[in-house]
Structure formats: C-alpha cells, structure tokens
C-alpha cells in the first residue's frame, strides 16, 4: 500500500512538473501506473490514480494548445514579415525611376554627326512615348527625333547649333513605368563612355561674329565715359528659342546674326525671313548703314596687305565635299547631243490646257519639260540596265562586279537655300508623267523648305541636272558614287534651223543641249551613245513614248 501511495505521490509530483515537461511527466506516470498494476491496492486508490491520470492529460492538453498557439504566432509573424517584404519589393519594381542618357540614333546614310536645329523640350519637362524632342539637321536632311519612353528631361547635353556624335548620348530622360531591362540596354551602350560624351563636340569651333565699332560710335563712348550708362538686360537664350527652318538658319548665318536673340512671330515662335530681315535693320545704326556686312568686305581698301579669312564648311558643302571627293576615283568620259524640242513644247502646251481644266484643289495644274526627260531616260535603262547598275568591288578579293538594280530610282539636282541636293524619285518606271511631275513638285517644296528625310535623299540609282533653268548651254556632270551615270541638261534656246521635210527653208526650233557623262570602268562610249540616242528619239517624238508605257 505504501508502495502505492508511493507512486501516486511520484504522479502528483510529475503533474505539477508538467508545465516544465510533459513527456518526462507522462513518462513517470506511465511507471506509477505500471507499478500499480503489479502491487495490491483498493478501489479507491485506483480512482485516484484515474482521477489524477484524466488530471494529466487535461493539463497536458492545455500545455501543448499554448504551445501551438505561441507556434502559430510566431508563424504568422514569420509570414508576415515575408510577406511585407515580397510587397515593398513589388511596389519598388512597379515604381522604377532610372535616369539613362539616350543615345542619338543612326539616321541613315552612314551619316556619324549631326546638327541639332532645335529642341522641343527643356530639364524638368515629362515627355509621352512618341513625341518630339528635337530637330537635327544632317549633311543634307533635317529629321524630327522622338522619345521612345515616357518620362522627365533631366539633362541636354548640346545646344541649339552644336553638333551632335551620333552614338553618343544627347538627352537624359528619367524612365517612369516598368520599362524592361533589354529596352533601357537598347537605349544606352553596353558600357559606359570614359570621355566626356556631354560635352559639346564643337564647342571650341561656336563664336559669335564679331559686332563692328563705328569710329563715331567709339568718340561717343570716350565722350561719355564718366557718364552713368542704363545697363541693358541681357537676352535669355534658351534650348528651345531658335524655332526656324533649316533655310532661315542658313540666312541667320549669312548675315551675322545670333537667331537665339530674334523673338520670333510665327506659329510657336517659329522665327521667320522677316524677323531677321527686321532685326538687321534695327540693329544697324545711321552710322552703321553705310558699313558692309561681310567679313570679306570689311577690309579697308587703302590698306596693301593680303589678308585672309577662314570659314568653316557649312553641313552641305562638307558632304558635297566628301562625295567629290570620292568621284576623284571615277574616270569620267563625256558625250554631248542637241536635242529639238520642237515637237514636245507643242505636246506639252496642249497638255497643260488639259491639267489645267481638270486638276482639282491641290493638284498639279502645269507640266514642265523636266517630267518627260525623266520618263524618256527610265526607257532607255530598261533598254540598257547597265547604265542603271552599280561598281561594287569584293573587300576580300578585290574583284570588282557590276550589281544591277530592279527599280529606276531617278534622282534630280536641286539647288537650294541650303546649297546642293539631290532628292530621289522613286520607282520611275512604274510612274506615269503625270505622277512623276506630282513627285518632283513635292520633292521640290521639302527642299525649299529645308524638310527632305534621309528617305527622300537615299537609293539614287542614275541622277539627272538641270542646269539649264539657271543658265548655260554646255555642263560637264560629276558622277556620284554607286551610280555609273549622269545627265547634264543645258538651257533652252531658240536657234534657226532647216526643217526636216523641206531642207531649203528655215524654221524656228527650240534646241537643248544633254550632256552624258559616264564610269569608263564599265560604260563604253558606243553603249553610252545608243542610250543617248534612245532619249534624243523619244523627247524629240514625245508621241513615240505611248508604245513605251506599261
């Protein structure tokens, strides 16, 4: 019995130990049970060990619900940090705000810098996906650049007038948004420049032209010294201040003047020809007007010594220098041929009636000579492909070949306010004469406006120069690279001449001069002349050329 009590009292004591183990509680109980069982003992101890047996498992039970709690808790809390974590994480990404320099991209034409015309935008400004941040000029094409991002405008690393590298950062534009890392890479090198890529790359080669001192002037000023003078303000430049046309840059720059402090009066500003015009002559003084205007002139003419002034190329003349100077390389021969243009000057009066009855608002409402010239010659190349072919000679090997071209892309020389251009009709052979005119006369307003794309000037495959509209009889074209042949058109005339039927009397007849000039690596004079002699025919017999149309 002691025995017994022995054990139950070794139960109790392990119950009251259950809060600090109940496995090693449950493991004592279990042997008081057992030695229970092997021992004598009366019902009412047995109730007791029971009671105290369904005691143990309560407060077992308690314990290990505590446990499970505290368990849970500290799960939860877990997961919660975690998960607290994964969220701040989310929203930094959907956030994303990174400040990448954009790179000028290539425009074509293997053009590596360019001017920059004007800028749309200033620091601070948010730009939308598509829409324009500047105007950049190259040798012969100004083209409108776009943001490929939404954003903020952080930095321009050029001014309006300084030329830009293209491949090289520009602008620097906060991307907003989840942009993606292969399209933020797209936008910037792989690495980043060691050399100062925002630095301006002519900033030594911008001044300012030199304002003229009239001797006048100077004795006022001496006059006046001790005098208190009003301290004009100076004029705010800002990025987006020189809103013109490549064309009134160009007459900004002839006459000396800085377009940043002309307030312009056009549409947003747009500084017009007035608005230099009118600038020039309130800057010149009564004692100012009698002084030229040219550096070249400004030498006084008492005075013996040769003096020389250097000038830097403008866009045009440098890229009209580098393809002359890639023709050196060309041997070039001549053949010459007057053409009547009779027959065609009498076709074309009557079809000018015809357009000009039926064109509608907007439309082409006179024809010039120039059209069919241009039609007559895309005959003779289906005739003769070579003339429509291209040199190519094999980097590894230095075989040269010929590559023939499908498509009569025609292109017409141009003289405008920018200088020479030689935009290109496209796919002549698939145009009608009618189609050809609306082409050359769109092409012509672009390049008087300073607004033909890389795409307009690019893919020439033969070239075509009117001289004549301008003056003179006889031209030696240049041939340009990856063409093997030009036509010269000399000026119209009226000459007296024998006619055709009857040799004994004299009629009156309008006369042209082509000048052909050809690649002697691969034209012939004898394939040069048959070509020729198929233009001379049809522009001579205009009618000829309705068994020619497709």
Not at 48 to 58: G, N, V
Not at 119 to 131: D, N, Y
Not at 335 to 352: G, P, T, V
Not at 471 to 499: C, H, N, Q, W
Request: glycine share 6%; proline share 5%; with cysteine.
């Amino acid at each position: 019995m002691w025995g017994n009590i022995r054990h139950l009292g070794q139960a109790r004591e392990g119950q009251q130990r259950l809060v600090r183990s109940p496995l090693s509680c449950f493991h004592e109980l279990s042997l008081s049970y057992l030695g229970f069982r092997t021992s004598k003992c009366n019902s009412t101890d047995l109730l007791d060990i029971l009671f105290t047996y369904t005691m143990f498992l309560q407060r077992s039970s308690r314990a290990l619900q505590r446990q499970w709690r505290l368990c849970r808790g500290l799960n939860r809390t877990a997961e919660f940090q975690v998960r607290s974590a994964l969220i701040r994480g989310f929203q930094s990404t959907r956030n994303l705000q990174v400040v990448k320099p954009v790179l000028l991209a290539d425009i074509g034409e293997g053009i590596v810098e360019c001017e920059i015309i004007q800028w749309f935008v200033e620091p601070g400004a948010r730009v939308e996906e598509f829409s324009p941040l500047c105007e950049v000029q190259s040798d012969k094409a100004s083209v409108e650049i776009t943001s490929r991002f939404s954003g903020v405008v952080k930095k321009l690393h050029y001014e309006a007038g300084e030329m830009a590298k293209v491949g090289k950062p520009f602008v620097d534009i906060d991307i907003q948004g989840g942009a993606s890392q292969e399209a933020l890479d797209a936008l910037t090198a792989p690495e980043p420049a060691t050399e100062g890529a925002s630095e301006p790359l002519n900033k030594d080669s911008l001044s300012k032209p030199p304002q003229a001192q009239s001797a006048a002037g100077q004795g006022t000023e001496s006059a006046t010294q001790a005098e208190p003078k009003p301290q004009t303000p100076p004029v705010k430049k800002g990025k987006c201040a020189a809103l013109a046309t490549p064309a009134v840059r160009h007459l900004s720059k002839e006459l000396n003047v800085d377009i940043l402090e002309i307030e312009g009066t056009g549409k947003d500003g747009r500084v017009l020809k007035e608005d230099i015009y009118r600038f020039v002559e309130k800057r010149k003084s009564p004692t100012q007007s009698a002084q030229p205007t040219s550096p070249f002139s400004s030498i006084s003419p008492d005075t013996d010594k040769q003096t020389e002034t250097t000038v830097q190329l403008t866009n045009t003349q440098l890229q009209m220098f580098k393809t002359m100077t890639r023709s050196l390389t060309i041997p070039h021969f001549l053949y010459a041929d007057e053409i009547d243009f009779s027959q065609l000057h009498d076709l074309r009066r009557r079809l000018n009636k015809v357009v000009s009855q039926s064109a509608k608002e907007g439309e082409l409402t006179k024809l010039s000579y120039l059209p069919f010239i241009i039609k007559a010659v895309s005959i003779a190349l289906n005739q003769y492909p070579i003339l429509n072919a291209r040199v190519d000679v094999n980097a590894e090997t230095s075989k040269p070949t010929l590559v023939h071209r499908s498509q009569h892309n025609i292109g017409v020389a141009m003289d405008t306010p920018l200088g020479l251009l030689v935009p290109v009709i496209k796919n002549v052979g698939a145009r009608s004469v009618l189609s050809i005119a609306a082409e050359l006369t769109r092409l012509q307003s672009q390049a008087a406006a300073g607004k033909l794309s890389p795409q307009d000037l690019s893919g020439g495959t033969i070239t075509v120069s009117n001289i004549g509209n301008i003056g003179g009889t006889y031209v030696s074209p240049v041939i340009v690279e990856k063409e093997v042949a030009i036509l010269g058109i000399g000026r119209m005339r009226t000459v007296p001449a024998f006619d055709n039927d009857n040799h004994d009397k004299v009629v009156k007849k309008q006369v042209c001069n082509f000048s052909w000039s050809a690649d002697h690596r691969v034209i012939d004079g004898a394939t040069m002349a048959r070509a020729a002699e198929v233009v001379r025919k049809i522009v001579e017999e205009p009618d000829a050329m309705i068994l020619h149309l497709r």
